[in-house]
């Protein structure tokens, strides 16, 4: 599976923005996706993800109640719709997905089988 994210870019604080991850197969429709960001000097970070029916979603604390994640399993992508943006949230977003359900270890990095490319967000105060 090939994953490209897009949509990222530079945006005042309390702005909002859309990120898209295009998956290259249908078997997308089968797998949990997860965003993930990685601000300079940190460790990449959890920031949502989705079940592949869409049905359950689960969020950092971070950016709960700002962020919404969502997929179109028809177009094979998944969506990250982030709103009252704020300077700490800028980072490189990753999406990223995962062959097993999510439940246990959605939100770790290494139960991740496949990941983007990553976006610049970038947010000024």
């Known amino acids: 599976v090939q994953l490209q994210a897009s949509g990222g870019g530079l945006v005042q604080a309390g702005g909002s923005l859309r990120l898209s991850c295009a998956a290259s197969?249908?078997?997308?429709?089968?797998?949990?996706m997860g965003w993930f960001r990685q601000a300079p000097g940190k460790e990449r970070e959890f920031v949502a993800a989705?079940?592949?029916?869409?049905?359950?979603?689960y969020y950092a604390g971070s950016v709960k109640g700002r962020f919404t994640i969502s997929r179109d399993n028809a177009k094979n992508t998944v969506y990250l719709q982030m709103n009252s943006l704020k300077p700490e949230d800028t980072a490189v977003y990753y999406c990223?997905?995962?062959?097993?359900?999510?439940?246990?270890?959605?939100?770790?990095?290494?139960?991740?089988?496949?990941w983007g490319q990553g976006t610049q967000v970038t947010v000024s105060s």
């Open positions: 990223a997905a995962r062959a097993a359900p999510i439940g246990t270890g959605t939100h770790r990095v290494t139960e991740y089988d496949y």
């Open positions: 197969e249908r078997t997308f429709s089968r797998s949990a």
């Open positions: 989705i079940s592949w029916s869409g049905g359950t979603s």
